[in-house]
Nanobody, 128 residues
Framework: QVQLVESGGELVQAGGSLRLSCAAS??????????MGWFRQAPGKEREFVAH????????YYADSVKGRFTIFRDNAKNLLYLQMNNLKPEDTAVYYC???????????????????WGQGTQVTVSS
């Protein structure tokens, strides 16, 4: 199995920055065969895609709402995934989740059902 643990969420003012981390572990976790993503969920809303990084070439993909402000990157040697968030806005307030997509998964990287493993989430609150 795979365990994912997020950290780094906190209260920040609009225009500020945060870096979220996701630590991966587990007997079957292989960073060289796992696409990794970040999703977020605000109260009363569905979980939405934020960013994804491919395992094969580390190509990155972003939701339009965060493009140019957020950066996803990983440290495979340490089994860590990051989300650098700059110029934060109040509408970025949500619980942020990291997720792992094993090699061969059929689902889209933009959809929650494309991932097999999830962390418990970390709260990000952006005040205006």
């Amino acid at each position: 199995q795979v365990q994912l643990v997020e950290s780094g969420g906190e209260l920040v003012q609009a225009g500020g920055s945060l870096r979220l981390s996701c630590a991966a572990s587990g007997r079957t976790f292989n960073p060289y065969r796992m696409g990794m993503g970040w999703f977020r969920q605000a109260p009363g809303k569905e979980r939405e895609f934020v960013a994804h990084i491919r395992w094969i070439d580390e190509s990155t993909y972003y939701a339009d709402s965060v493009k140019g402000r957020f950066t996803i990157f990983r440290d495979n040697a340490k089994n860590l995934l990051y989300l650098q968030m700059n110029n934060l806005k109040p509408e970025d307030t949500a619980v942020y989740y990291c997720a792992a997509q094993p090699d061969g998964s059929r689902g889209s990287y933009r959809m929650p059902n494309g991932y097999s493993y999830w962390g418990q989430g970390t709260q990000v609150t952006v005040s205006s």
